[in-house]
């Protein structure tokens, strides 16, 4: 069974570097397809993706935020990391980390983390 | 910023049916991406609720059913149940991003 679990900083500041962590078992990031995703929802708004990791080490990053994302994957320890630069309090939101399945055009998030509410203020 | 528009709420009585469109463009939907369902009910991560457009996963009731065409794909929930109170997502690929796209998002309200 597929699980993930999101880890790092519930508090932040502003300027500050944020370092999260994806911890996830049940499957593994060596399999051809198979992907990890990076989705944050502020508190009250809508979904937001933010990056992708392919098996292949292949990278996708979101246009809007892309100078700003660093999106890496241990294999060893079944992880993925997703750094944040320059964190300002409009980041504050719940990010989540989501295994992508290689389903049609496009892929699918078929399995969620809990998520890991993130707070940026000095 | 959300790609994908859909209606901020939609309500509905026990029993009644209701439907959440999802509007997206020649990038994304219009494109041929395939258009999945997300349920988030308070205070829980996002499940999915129906992907490739019209199928559910295991253990989802078959009162929720998904449709697309052209540019725009649609969301409908039938024998509306008070569980069925929360927010509902839509989410595709852009080939204009290169990446995913979700939609602004629809709270289901049970009367």
């Known amino acids: 069974q597929i699980t993930l679990k999101e880890s790092g900083p519930t508090l932040v500041k502003p300027t500050q570097t944020l370092t999260l962590t994806c911890t996830f078992s049940?499957?593994?990031?060596?399999?051809?397809?198979?992907?990890v995703g990076w989705i944050r929802q502020p508190p009250g708004k809508a979904l937001e993706w933010l990056a992708l990791?392919?098996?292949?080490?292949?990278?996708r990053y979101s246009p809007s935020l892309k100078s700003r994302l660093t999106i890496t994957k241990d294999t060893s320890k079944s992880q993925v990391v997703l750094t944040m630069t320059n964190m300002d309090p409009v980041d504050t939101a719940t990010y989540y980390c989501?295994?992508?399945?290689?389903w049609g055009s496009g892929g699918v998030f078929d399995y969620w983390g809990q998520g890991t509410l993130v707070t940026v203020s000095s | 910023q959300s790609v994908l528009t859909q209606p901020p709420s939609v309500s509905g009585a026990p029993g009644q049916r209701v439907t959440i469109s999802c509007t997206g463009s020649?990038?994304?939907?219009?494109?041929?991406?395939?258009v999945h369902w997300y349920q988030q009910l308070p205070g829980t991560a996002p499940k999915l609720l129906i992907y490739?457009?019209?199928n559910r996963p295991s253990g989802v009731p078959d009162r929720f059913s998904g449709s697309k065409s052209g540019t725009s794909a649609s969301l409908a929930i039938t024998g509306l149940q008070a569980e069925d109170e929360a927010d509902y997502y839509c989410?595709?690929?852009?080939?204009?991003?290169?990446?995913?796209?979700f939609g602004t998002g629809t709270k289901v309200t049970v009367l």
């Open positions: 989501a295994h992508r399945s290689n």
């Open positions: 990791i392919y098996w292949d080490d292949d990278k």
């Open positions: 989410q595709s690929y852009d080939s204009s991003l290169s990446g995913y796209v």
């Open positions: 049940g499957f593994s990031l060596t399999t051809s397809g198979v992907a």
């Open positions: 490739g457009n019209t």
């Open positions: 020649s990038s994304n939907i219009g494109a041929g991406y395939d």
